[in-house]
DNA sequence: TCTTGTTATTGGATCGATCTAATTCGAATC
DNA sequence: GATTCGAATTAGATCGATCCAATAACAAGA
C-alpha cells in the first residue's frame, strides 16, 4: 500500500500535498489547471497524484465552489426507443463536455417528478433538462427560477413563452406528411392517435388540422389506437369501415404505424397500394417491417444534443435570454403509401 | 422571502435548527429519522424544514457519513432496445429503493469506461452496475476491491467465478432454440452472428454448439451478419447458396433476425414454411414483423432488476459472499418457424 | 539601496452536514 | 437525600475541498 494517509484508505488532496512538498491550495490550483502554478510544481504534483491513485471528491469540492458537473435528466419512459436515442444524444454532448448525467423516470406523473427534482436537488446537480410528464404545470418554471436551478425543456413544453426548449417542428411534419399523401391524390384522410395529451400531442393535431384546412379537407376523421404492437387489428377494421371511408392513414408515431399497418394486411389490404399509411418519428422499425414505412423523420439524437447545448450556454452565460430550437423533420418516402385509387 | 438565512440564498440546517429553536445535531437526527428524538422536537422540527423550503445537501453530509444514496450504471450502447429494457428495470428498482442512478455509456470501449468510472467515484457513488465493454480485462474487479467499490456485473462477466452478477441463460436459451427446430424436423440448422465478441456471445455459441453435438447435427453453419436492419439481403442470399443447405437459421438477436427475414421474404422466400428463423430476446419487434417471430425471450427488464437488487443486498451487508443470478430464458413460437420440408 | 511589481505559494477560515462524547433533566431506585 | 439510569439534547471537532488575503522570492526601475 503507497505511502501517507491516516485511516480510512482514501488519499486525499491534504495526503498529495504532503507527499509532494506543497501546500494544500497550490495541490488544489493544479487540479483545477489554474495558470497560477509553475510548471515544474505541477508536474510534480500531478506525478505524485497519479502515483498515490488520489480521486477527486467533488462532494467536498461542491461544498465551496458552485459546479459540480452533473446534470439531471427526467424522461416519461425508458423503454420507449425514440426517447433512448434521446438520452443516448445527451448523454453524449454531456459526456464530451466533461459532465455526468443523473437519470431518472418520472413514468408519465407529476408526483413522481417532484420527488425526482427533490433527489437531484440534493446532490447539487448544475442543471436539469426535463420531459414533463404530461399532468406538470407551468409552476415547474417559476419553482425552477426560485430554486435558481437551470432547466432545459425537451419534446415537450409548458409554457408556450418561457424557459429553454429544445424539440422538433412537430406542426410541420404533420403538414409534409399531408401534403405527402395529398400529392398522390389522398382525399380523405383519418388521423390516429392514442396515448398520453401534451405539448408534443397538440402540435402534432394542430399541423394537420392546419395543412388539412388549406388544402379544404375534412379533418374530422380521428381514431383513437392503444399504444403497442398489439391490439391494432380492431383498429385496423374501424379505420376501414369508418363512415368517411378514408384512403389514407397519418400515425401518431412509427409502433402505431407499424400496428396499423399489419392489422391491415391480416384483413387483406394491401398496404401501400390499397390503403397508404404514414408513420412519425422514422425510428428503425419503419425500415424493419414489411412494407417498409413512409415515415417523417424527427431524429431524437440530434434534439438530446440540442438540449445538451442549450443546458451548457445556460450555464456560461446564465443572464443569457431564453431560447427555443426547433429542429425540422423530413418525409422518407418508403413502401406504405402510394396513389390513390382514381375512384376517390 | 422567508426569514433567517444569511446570504447565498440556500436554506441550510443551521436555519432549520434556529427557526425551530434546537440545535444543528437535532434537526440532523430529525432528518435521518432518529428514534432518538422526541416526537414533540420531531413534529416541530420538520414543520419548520417544510416551510423553509428546506433542502438536504447530500455533498456534504456523504463527506462523513459514508453513502451517497447514488449508483452508477454503465452501458455500452444506449439505443439498442435491449439496453434500454434493462436500464429501466434497474432505474425502477434503485428508484423504488431511494436510490438515483448516475448513467454513462462506455460506447463499446474500455478507454471511455474508465474515465466514466473515475467520473463516478468522485461523486462518491455507493456502487455500480457494469455491462463491460468488450475489451474490458478482470483486473477491473480487483481494482474495484482495490477502490472499496461495490461492483455487480450485468449480461455480461469478465470472469467466471469473481463478483457478482445478473445475467441470463444464454447457453440454455440456444438449447431451447436448438431443440424447437429439431422438434421440427430441422437437420441441417445455421447460427448467425455479428457484432463484438464478450461472454454473452461465447455462452450463446457454446450452448449452440453443445445442443447441436447432443443431437448428433453438424453445427458447422456459421454466417457473419452485419447488425441493423440493412445490409440483409447479401446475408440472406449467402446462407440459401451454402454448400449444407441449410433449413433453418437461430440469430443471435430479434434485430438480426428480422433483418433476415425481411432478406429471405425479398428473394421469394416463404418464412416459416420454406425457412425457419429464430431470434434470441423477444423484444417488441418480434411481434411487430410480419411473418411474427418465433423468438428466446429473456426479460431484459428483470435482468436489470436482478443486478440492482444485487447492488443492494452488497450494499446491506458488504461482506456476503458472491452471487450469480441467472434467469431462464423462454422459448415463444410464433410464426418464423415450420415443419421442415420431408425431404430434408 | 530602496521601492515597485510580478509571479508563485501558502495558512487559515469556510462550506453544510455528521460524529463523538458530554450534559441536562426527571424519574426510579437505594 | 443521594445515586443511578435512561431518554433527549447539544457543543465542538471533523470530513476534503476552495476561497481569500497575506507573503515570499526575485527581477526591474528609480
Request: proline content about 5%; some cysteine.
Amino acid at each position: 500500500m503507497p505511502e501517507g494517509h491516516q485511516r480510512s484508505g482514501r488519499v486525499t488532496l491534504l495526503d498529495v500535498a504532503q507527499a509532494a512538498g506543497v501546500s494544500r491550495a497550490t495541490a488544489s490550483l493544479v487540479i483545477r489547471k489554474s495558470p497560477l502554478v509553475a510548471n515544474e510544481t505541477r508536474r510534480k504534483v500531478e506525478e505524485v497524484m497519479d502515483r498515490l491513485g488520489y480521486v477527486y471528491n467533488m462532494g467536498a469540492a461542491s461544498m465551496r465552489a458552485a459546479r459540480s458537473n452533473t446534470v439531471g435528466v427526467i424522461v416519461p419512459n425508458l423503454t420507449n426507443p425514440f426517447f433512448a436515442e434521446m438520452l443516448a444524444g445527451i448523454e453524449q454532448a454531456l459526456d464530451d463536455a466533461g459532465m455526468i448525467v443523473v437519470l431518472a423516470n418520472n413514468r408519465e406523473s407529476a408526483a413522481n417528478q417532484k420527488t425526482i427534482l427533490q433527489r437531484m436537488r440534493e446532490r447539487g446537480v448544475d442543471g436539469v433538462i426535463v420531459c414533463p410528464a404530461r399532468d406538470v404545470r407551468t409552476s415547474l418554471l417559476s419553482k425552477a427560477d426560485e430554486w435558481q436551478l437551470p432547466l432545459v425543456q425537451v419534446l415537450r413544453h409548458i409554457s408556450e413563452n418561457k424557459g429553454d426548449y429544445a424539440g422538433t417542428d412537430y406542426a410541420g411534419g404533420m403538414r409534409q406528411a399531408v401534403e405527402h399523401l395529398v400529392s398522390l391524390g389522398h382525399r380523405s384522410i383519418a388521423f390516429a392517435t392514442g396515448g398520453p395529451v401534451h405539448s408534443a400531442y397538440r402540435e402534432r393535431l394542430a399541423g394537420f388540422l392546419s395543412a388539412m384546412a388549406d388544402h379544404a379537407l375534412d379533418p374530422e376523421i380521428r381514431i383513437e389506437v392503444p399504444l403497442g404492437p398489439f391490439g391494432s387489428p380492431a383498429s385496423a377494421e374501424s379505420l376501414l369501415h369508418h363512415s368517411a371511408r378514408p384512403s389514407a392513414v397519418i400515425c401518431f408515431n412509427d409502433i402505431m404505424a407499424a400496428g396499423l399497418a399489419n392489422g391491415m394486411t391480416d384483413l387483406g389490404v394491401r398496404v401501400g397500394q390499397d390503403f397508404s399509411i404514414v408513420g412519425f418519428d422514422d425510428l428503425a422499425e419503419a425500415e424493419l417491417v414489411r412494407p417498409r414505412l413512409t415515415s417523417i423523420a424527427t431524429f431524437p439524437g440530434e434534439i438530446g444534443a440540442n438540449a445538451a447545448r442549450l443546458l451548457l450556454s445556460r450555464l456560461q452565460t446564465p443572464g443569457r435570454a431564453d431560447q427555443r430550437i426547433v429542429s425540422l423533420t423530413r418525409l422518407v418516402v418508403r413502401q406504405s403509401t402510394g396513389a390513390a385509387a382514381p375512384g376517390d
